[in-house]
Each structure stands twice: as structure tokens, then as C-alpha cells.
């Protein structure tokens, strides 16, 4: 069970930006190339209905059919990546991609949740690493000192600043079960002194939970469903209730709580620097990745 939504972070919690350009390809290359390997032995079915065979070329041909052109165009392109950044023999260290990974993680509060939301959207940690690597080996060879003047840090925070501001969160623990009897069970052994991470690990069905003891994090309004934020924003620190969502009932305990918190410029600074600094690095790389294309030698072979 996951109730967060998966909502992209706002410009309050911004991680770095990835080059578009290099991310654009990602999932639609490492999807194709799980798909199709390579053409030999492409008779070889993927569906069949009442028996009859679909086959890899079916798929293949109806695929070109309908955005065909653009996905090769992606193909091209992260070839052209590829060999650009093989010649330049420039390297990613393991330490620099996992810096750059965490920085990625921090508006979601940990590691475990980024890669969860990644893998909500059909990104795998080895791949989202391979291209956070390329990525970082692109930024080498460009070797570009960008500069954030006050003035731009200024406007930016003028252009955004309510979603700077901090809005009023709660970090609970639950124990997801299905029935309200269980969940009145397990509330009364808490109310006798029983351990709430013990009881979570050994009753919840929340896989995502089950480990760290029932800790959901923190969370603002509209990030869980109905049920389970009212009961969580109605309890003080230390109390525990029971609340109801779709995926069943849960035994709900408030560990923490942080009032609201209006945005000021300096406590923005940091994050806006951070934001404007990648996103001019990820619009020089785009436009390096463009120069490449426009040297390569392409030829198409097929028509569309």
C-alpha cells in the first residue's frame, strides 16, 4: 500500500533537475530494447488470442505505424549520447552519482521513498544511475562555471514563494489491517504498553511500511487519502486512533508535528541557488546534446 500521491515536487522542494534531453529517452529505449532485443527470431510471439499468435514483427510494424519516427528519433539520440561521451573518455566515480542521487532523494525525505516514486513511474534504480553517470560525465566535458546572480535568486523567490512557504505537517506511524476488530485489537494492546514498531512489523500489510516500524514520514494536507490525514492532523503527539481509507483500517499514531512556516528569501536562498544553477546546467547540456546530433553522421534507412 502506497497513499501518498505521487505528485512531483513543487518548486519548494525542488531536487535537481535532470537534463531532459538524456532523460526524455529512458524508459522509452530500456522499454524497447526489453521488448525487442534484436530482430532475429522476431515470429516469436507476444499475445495470442483463442491461439492465434501476435507476433514482435506485428508489434514492431504497428509501433513504427503510430510515432515510429519519434521513437527512433529517441533511439538516434541516445546513440548519439553514447558515443559522444565514450570518446571523450570522461568518467562518473560511484561517490559522484550517489551524491547526486541523495540530492535527487531529499525532497522525498529519504532514499527508500525517492526510488519508490521513480519505480511508480517505471524507473528502475540501475537505470535512473546509469543515466544520473551519463549525466554527470556530460557535465565534464561541457566544464561549465554557471553563475546565479542575486538578482535572478531574487526574482525567482518573488515568482514562487508560496510554494516556498512550509505548510503544517504530520509524521505518523500506522498499522495497516483489514477489519475494524483488528484494529481495536492492536489499539488496545498499544493502550496496555505493547510496542507499536513491533506490532506493525508483525500485523501490517503495508510491504513499504513493514520495516521501519509503520513510519509513513511526513506529510502535508492532500498528500494521503481523506480518512487517514483528518484522524492524523486531529491527534497531538503520542496519540494513537483508528482511521479508514480504501485500502482497509489503520491504527494511526502521531510522532511528530510542524506548524506552518511562511518563506523568507534567506531561508529560500540555498534551494533556489541549487534550482537555477541545475536547471542552467541541464539547458547547456540539452544544447550540447543538440551539437552532437547536428555533427553525427545519420542515416534513416526505413520510411515512415
Do not use: C
Amino acid at each position: 500500500m502506497n497513499e501518498r500521491n505521487h505528485d512531483q515536487p513543487t518548486a519548494g522542494t525542488l531536487g535537481w533537475k535532470i537534463s531532459t534531453a538524456v532523460l526524455a529517452v529512458l524508459l522509452i529505449v530500456s522499454l524497447l530494447l526489453h521488448v525487442f532485443g534484436s530482430r532475429a527470431g522476431s515470429a516469436e510471439a507476444v499475445a495470442t488470442v483463442n491461439g492465434v499468435k501476435i507476433t514482435k514483427d506485428e508489434l514492431f510494424d504497428e509501433m513504427a505505424a503510430y510515432g515510429g519516427s519519434s521513437v527512433l528519433d529517441d533511439l538516434i539520440r541516445q546513440e548519439v549520447i553514447r558515443q559522444a561521451v565514450e570518446e571523450a573518455g570522461k568518467t562518473a566515480s560511484d561517490e559522484e552519482v550517489q551524491a547526486r542521487m541523495e540530492k535527487f532523494a531529499e525532497p522525498y525525505g529519504s532514499m527508500d521513498a525517492f526510488l519508490a516514486e521513480i519505480a511508480y513511474y517505471g524507473y528502475s534504480e540501475e537505470m535512473l544511475r546509469e543515466q544520473v553517470a551519463t549525466q554527470i560525465k556530460i557535465e565534464k566535458i561541457i566544464g561549465a562555471d554557471v553563475a546565479v546572480t542575486d538578482e535572478e535568486i531574487a526574482a525567482y523567490f518573488e515568482e514562487n514563494k508560496d510554494s516556498f512557504d512550509k505548510p503544517e505537517t504530520v509524521r505518523a506511524s500506522h498499522i495497516l489491517v483489514e477489519t475494524r476488530e483488528e484494529a481495536e485489537s492492536l489499539l488496545k494492546q498499544l493502550e496496555a504498553g505493547a510496542d507499536f514498531a513491533e506490532l506493525a512489523a508483525e500485523h501490517t500489510l503495508d510491504e513499504m511500511t513493514k520495516e521501519s516500524g509503520g513510519d509513513v514520514g511526513d506529510f502535508a494536507r492532500g498528500e494521503m487519502e481523506e480518512g487517514f490525514e483528518e484522524t492524523a492532523f486531529s491527534l497531538e503527539i503520542g496519540e494513537t486512533a483508528i482511521a479508514e481509507t480504501s485500502y482497509g483500517f489503520h491504527v494511526v499514531r502521531v510522532t511528530d508535528k510542524s506548524a506552518a512556516q511562511e518563506a523568507t528569501l534567506d531561508s529560500a536562498r540555498e534551494e533556489i541557488v541549487d534550482y537555477l544553477t541545475q536547471s542552467k546546467l541541464a539547458d547547456l547540456v540539452d544544447g550540447w546534446i543538440a551539437d552532437r546530433e547536428a555533427e553525427a553522421d545519420i542515416e534513416y534507412l526505413m520510411e515512415w
